[in-house]
């Protein structure tokens, strides 16, 4: 696992990350029951980024062939198969009816670690470091009033909070029998302060059904600050705090920006047709007849056409009809998880190519934020699908035609 805050990485700022709190969608909470009119405690939440569900569908953009209107089904503020009870896209960690938390009590030097009495007491909660064939530490842990635990990993068990499976990145599908999962059943575990200012702090690993971790060296904790990544090879989350949530813009705003862009009466520029985003609500369908759609290459709007296709560049290649540019053709999709999103500005950018939209700010940060890629690696992709970033900038500006009336 990989923590990231540090900007020298390309990691989220503090000050630039922003979420809408409460009025987003798809959050499950974890907290305990409020009073009517009683705002439960939030520690912060945790939201996936990008990318489509192993084995889910995905765009043609997503995948490079391009030819024709296609269902859209990446996260995007949900997964695609629907968020269902622990397994969903986004997580607001509430504080507890009774905290849960653990922490360090005794520890002990063995060298027979799988006999030891720690590990077989399934109400004892322990972590095991093995530092030679010959020598490992056990740490027995105890009850900690001042905090509560929330787990994390690929396991369904009833220790793990929030549930999270690989993605596949850059949007793309693995043929045949699904892959093994890059994800630890039990991968990481966070525990929050359940008295002012908050403090929610990660570690590696999570305990199992027998209250166990087993590590083979020891393992550092990292305070979470607002747009801290956490890598979890296999998927990566995004954590937000309630200070960067307050100063977030709101799906609603996000929906008025929908609504004035399509009142603005966008054209397409060959056809004359009028072009519309779709509304959220119409679900992840294929795109209709005023699905905007763009040149990634040049940022010109226009309505769907099967023309201009340059076979000779690739199957994804069309040429603009208007600057002649040849590049990909792709629709047009309003980013629509708002903790993703830097600012309220209109939505005027596109991510390249997979065309998601939002403001120039969110559109230029992430493009210049390095996401992790399997162990090793990092590069940019759209937050929103987790598509690979490609062209010089990542993103694209839309030029969109205005009605000749």
């Given amino acids: 696992m990989v923590l990231e805050g540090n900007p020298d990485v390309g990691s989220p700022r503090t000050s630039d990350l922003q979420h809408p709190g409460s009025q987003g969608s798809c959050i499950l909470s974890s907290g305990e029951d409020v009073q009517p009119g009683e705002e439960p405690i939030k520690y912060g939440e945790l939201i996936v980024l990008g990318c489509c569900e192993e084995g889910g569908e995905e765009t043609e953009a997503q ?44 520890m ?13 007491n399934r109400g004892q909660h322990s972590i095991s470091y093995t530092l030679s064939r010959s020598h490992s530490v056990i740490v027995e842990y105890t009850h900690d009033s001042d905090t509560d635990m929330f787990q994390i990993g690929r396991s369904t068990e009833n220790m793990i909070d929030f549930v999270v499976t690989d993605t596949s990145p850059g949007g793309g599908v693995a043929e045949g029998p699904s892959p093994q999962s890059t994800i630890s059943r039990y991968a990481c575990r966070i ?12 570690y590696a690993a999570g305990f199992d ?31 937000r705090t309630p200070a960067g949530l307050l100063r977030a813009p709101t799906l609603k705003q996000l929906e008025a920006q929908r609504q004035e862009a399509n009142a603005a009466r966008p ?10 985003f779709p509304s959220p609500a119409r679900g992840r369908t294929a795109p209709d007849k005023q699905q905007p759609w763009v040149y990634v290459r040049c940022g010109h709007v226009h309505g769907y056409h099967g023309w201009g296709c340059r076979q000779e560049r690739g199957p994804q290649e069309r040429e603009c009809p208007l600057c002649r540019l040849v590049g990909p053709y792709v629709p047009l999709w309003l980013g629509q998880e708002a903790g993703l999103c830097l600012d309220p500005g209109p939505p005027s950018h596109a991510f390249a190519p997979c065309g998601h939209v939002c403001s ?35 993103c694209v500006r839309l030029i969109f035609q205005g009605p000749l009336d």
């Fill in 191 to 202: 525990l929050c302060d359940r008295r002012p200012p908050y403090t929610a702090r990660i």
């Fill in 108 to 120: 002990h030097h063995i060298s027979t670690p799988l006999v030891s009495k720690a590990l077989s």
């Fill in 360 to 394: 120039e700010k969110t559109a230029r940060y992430w493009a210049q934020t390095p996401l992790p890629h399997g162990t090793h690696a990092f590069h940019a992709a759209c937050p929103f699908c987790g598509a690979w970033l490609t062209g010089e900038h990542g």
């Fill in 209 to 239: 059904a027998s209250s166990n971790i087993f590590l083979g060296v020891e393992n550092e904790s990292n305070v979470l600050q607002d747009g801290s990544l956490i890598d979890l090879c296999g998927a990566t989350l995004l954590w």
């Fill in 63 to 106: 995948r490079g062939e391009v030819t024709g209107p296609r269902a859209h089904s990446c996260y995007n503020g949900c997964l695609s198969s629907g968020d269902k009870g622990r397994r969903r896209s986004r997580l607001a960690l509430n504080r507890r009816p009774h905290a849960n938390g653990v922490k360090p009590d005794v």
């Fill in 267 to 276: 054209q397409c520029p060959v056809g004359l047709s009028t072009l519309a």
